[in-house]
């Protein structure tokens, strides 16, 4: 492992969570240079640092602040200096052109880790080269809807990261960049990241795009009842594909037992890990968090890989076709959010033959 003293690190992508976790590394007293795409964002922390609020602030939250060096995506250009390791947190659809992006300024023993969702990992091995990629699962809950201010809703001791290497020729990087993500969070080395990221995604198709939309927190989405058998077969699905991606099925947040490993009770057991421990009550998917800043989400990146995988493998996803056409129509402007997508969304997923529990 190499020194972090020495290295010199860039966070490429500094929304919520890329910007808790920058925080973490310069308060760290690391050398950190963040970039970032949202102009507002940019000139919010260059005039008066990063503001991070943990948990909430009238029941025992804290303020931590940090300044880093920050620049916009067009400044890029302007370096002349390498880095040695890069934080890819953009989103998943924007993988590709990022990592074209900072190409150029890594070092010829640096690397690129996507600290992401979806299955970005091949695409970073695409642009970086075996040698230097390496790809992470992260579990940060987070917000940002002020330029400048996160509102992190899980703690460093309740965010979770899982570091590997997609191929055996970036190995040698993993327990530098371990111990880099150590100071935001508690950090898993393994060898199989590629079941360890369809994991995080069977929780993903799961909570993100169906509590988003209905406009509901993940909590309140968890507990109501045939919502929640909507989430627990739409993650189900995503794990039946993860095994015909030639993934298996294993614990992740660090829980153990055989009910986090079985591909029946994985779903179900996550998802309560979730809300028990890693999410507050009013905490919001990232997909809706987009909606609500009319961006594009990462959909299509996961539960339309879910439906692309089982596609190749001769299979159907009828949950996730249907949380796909619904996230579709909201973002095309067609359907609004809200709870009274629940039995159209239902009936949708029993018409292209999804089997309900509650039916």
């Known amino acids: 492992m190499r020194n972090l003293a020495d290295l010199n690190i860039a966070v490429l992508g500094t929304g919520a969570n890329g910007a808790g976790i920058g925080a973490d ?13 949202w102009p507002d964002n940019v000139s919010a922390v260059a005039a008066n640092g990063v503001r991070v609020e943990f948990g909430q602030l009238d ?22 200096e390498k880095f040695d390791a890069v934080l890819l947190l953009v989103k998943a659809y924007d ?32 642009v970086m080269g075996e040698s230097r990629s390496l790809a992470a699962v992260i579990e940060i809950t987070a917000a940002m809807y002020t330029p400048g201010v996160v509102e992190r809703h899980s703690d460093r001791d309740r965010s979770w990261f899982a570091v590997g290497a997609p191929t055996p020729a970036a190995a040698h990087h993993v327990e530098t960049a371990a111990a880099i993500l150590r100071h935001a969070g508690v950090v898993e080395v393994t060898d199989d990241i590629s079941s360890a990221k369809w994991m995080k995604l069977a929780l993903n198709a799961a909570e993100l795009v169906p509590s988003a939309i209905m406009d509901m927190s993940i909590a309140d989405a968890a507990r109501t009842d045939r919502l929640r058998e909507v989430m627990l ?8 594909a993860a095994l015909a991606d030639g993934c298996h099925v294993r614990p992740i947040f660090g829980m153990h037992g055989d009910v986090a490993s079985n591909p029946d009770t994985f779903v179900e057991t996550v998802l309560n890990e979730l809300v028990a421990n890693y999410i507050l009550s009013y905490s919001r998917s990232t997909i809706l968090q987009d909606w609500m800043k009319h961006r594009h989400s990462e959909v ?7 439906m692309s995988v089982l596609e190749s493998a001769g299979q159907r996803a009828p949950a996730n076709q249907a949380v796909v056409e619904f996230a579709a129509e909201i973002e095309s402007g067609t359907r609004e959010r809200g709870i009274h997508n629940l039995e159209p969304l239902i009936a ?11 039916a």
């Not at 993988?95 to 969702?117: H, M, S």
């Not at 077969?233 to 039946?240: H, K, L, P, S, Y």
């Open 233 to 240: 077969i739409t993650g189900n699905e995503a794990v039946a």
């Open 348 to 358: 949708r997923m029993t018409e292209l033959g999804a089997t309900l529990f509650f």
């Open 25 to 37: 590394l310069v308060n760290a007293g690391l050398t950190v240079t963040w970039i970032e795409q």
């Open 59 to 80: 029941n025992g939250g804290r303020v931590e602040v940090a300044h880093p060096r920050i620049l916009n995506l067009c400044e890029v250009a302007t370096l002349r």
């Open 300 to 306: 299509n990146e996961i539960n339309g890989t879910v």
């Open 95 to 126: 993988t590709r052109w990022a990592c074209e992006l900072i190409k150029p300024y890594v070092a010829d023993d640096g690397f690129v880790i996507g600290v992401q969702n979806g299955m970005s990992g091949d695409d970073i091995v695409d």
